[in-house]
């Protein structure tokens, strides 16, 4: 018997129970051993739930309960779910998380901890929610340089920009749009800020390279600039504008960043639409690979959280070595990376045309019936003499091609 606890009866908790108990037989026999949820930790009361029968209010009860194996995360947070995590693994449980903020921020030291301990630290469903990555970057890739990491890594976002796209709606309207369907949350800021992306690339860039990358330090726009107009000029590009996450091996540096692009047909992510998600990983040998599916909601993120249950059962007695130190991984300045640019400028193409083509060289001029604004495309340019030769213009907005 393996005996589960499982920390928050939110959305993602509670189906970490229905799956293991609708599934329990199937589950089981994949470990070779019974799996039963022993506990739910939660504050709340939940009337009429069976899960009323198993829950406590009190993270002691699971703590000092050695019949207890493994320990599930739901919490969200930092705190207290860093301190929980801490304590179980300090008590030789195995430990499975969906939380992102909780990987990012103290990823090193719990897989460290659970080095120590011989126990594991597991947290497939921190990225892309259902879509299996964290276990394929670390195993199944095991034997790739990886030269390259890009991902469509915020369902909110991406339905935001495709509704756009496919109807010519605001950015307003969509927002709201989502936050009604469930997509969005009440505060969107981190979604659409590109905060989420920001700490899922973060923490997959650390797994790729073995060395820490603090999400802070992740070059970060999202896309509350992005108008009705650049989706007509998009279209005309015949492009799509999305907002990846991407780790880029340079020499022996990375460049990492989470932006709006404007991608060709010919992009991997081009048709990855709606509330899905998806991740590209460019190896040195097996080319480009793509992991696509929902990255988000209840039964696609509480079944990765299972993977991982299971997969902390079949090793209860063994580490499962994770690459991931506290040495910070040495990163590109944002500013020297080089791109190609869609710019808009106000002003009239009689009276600036000649100076953008002295400014900038040989540029592409883009014409979608939009008046007082002038829109090109730039050769290749490094970010921060870019920044520097558009100060001479009225800068509506700029998007990067990828």
């Not at 309960?65 to 995590?85: N, R, S, W």
């Not at 034997?143 to 909110?156: A, F, H, W």
């Not at 499962?320 to 400028?345: C, G, H, M, P």
């Amino acid at each position: 018997m393996v005996n589960v606890a499982v920390l928050g009866y939110g959305t993602v908790g509670s189906g970490v129970v229905e799956i293991i108990n609708k599934n329990n037989a199937l589950i089981s026999k994949r470990v070779g051993k019974e799996i039963q949820v022993k506990y739910v930790l939660d504050l709340r009361e939940f009337e009429g739930d069976p899960v009323q029968k198993i829950l406590t209010h009190n993270f002691e009860d699971i703590k000092n309960d050695k019949d207890v194996q493994i320990v599930v995360e739901t919490m969200g947070g930092l705190h207290p779910a860093y301190e929980f995590v801490k304590a179980a693994l300090e008590e030789g449980k195995n430990v499975c998380t969906s939380n992102k903020a909780l990987v990012e921020a103290y990823g090193p030291e719990l897989i460290a901890l659970a080095k120590e301990k011989n126990v594991n630290f597991l947290f497939e469903a921190s990225v892309g929610g259902g879509i299996p990555i964290i276990r394929p970057l670390r195993d199944c890739l095991a034997p790739e340089e990886v030269l390259e990491i890009s991902g469509i890594l915020n369902g909110t976002t991406n339905y935001i920009l495709t509704e756009m796209t496919d109807n010519g709606s605001k950015f307003d309207d969509v927002l709201k749009d989502a936050q009604d369907k469930g997509y969005a949350e009440k505060d969107p800021t981190a979604d659409v800020c590109g905060h989420d992306a920001a700490r899922k690339i973060a923490i997959l860039t650390s797994l790729a390279y073995g060395k820490s990358v603090a999400f802070e330090d992740v070059y970060t726009e999202g896309i509350t600039e992005i108008s009705d107009k650049d989706i007509v000029y998009a279209k005309n590009l015949k492009k799509k504008i999305k907002i990846t996450g991407t780790a880029r091996k340079n020499g022996d540096k990375v460049s990492i960043h989470v932006n709006p692009v404007l991608l060709s047909k010919a992009h991997p992510l081009y048709n990855i639409d709606g509330v899905y998600n998806a991740i590209m990983v460019r190896g040195n040998m097996v080319d480009d690979v793509v992991f696509t599916g929902q990255g988000a909601g209840k039964l696609p993120t509480a079944s990765a959280v299972v993977s991982d249950v299971i997969e902390a059962a079949k090793f209860i007695d063994s580490n499962i070595n994770i690459e991931w130190s506290e040495e910070k991984l040495s990163l590109e300045a944002f500013d020297d990376t080089e791109w190609q640019y869609f710019v808009r400028v106000q002003g009239n193409a009689s009276d600036l045309s000649d100076s953008i083509k002295a400014t900038f060289g040989d540029v592409s001029f883009q014409d979608a019936g939009f008046n007082e604004e002038v829109a090109f495309v730039t050769p290749k340019i490094a970010e921060n003499k870019f920044n520097e030769l558009i100060n001479s213009f009225k800068l509506i907005n700029k998007i990067r091609l990828s």
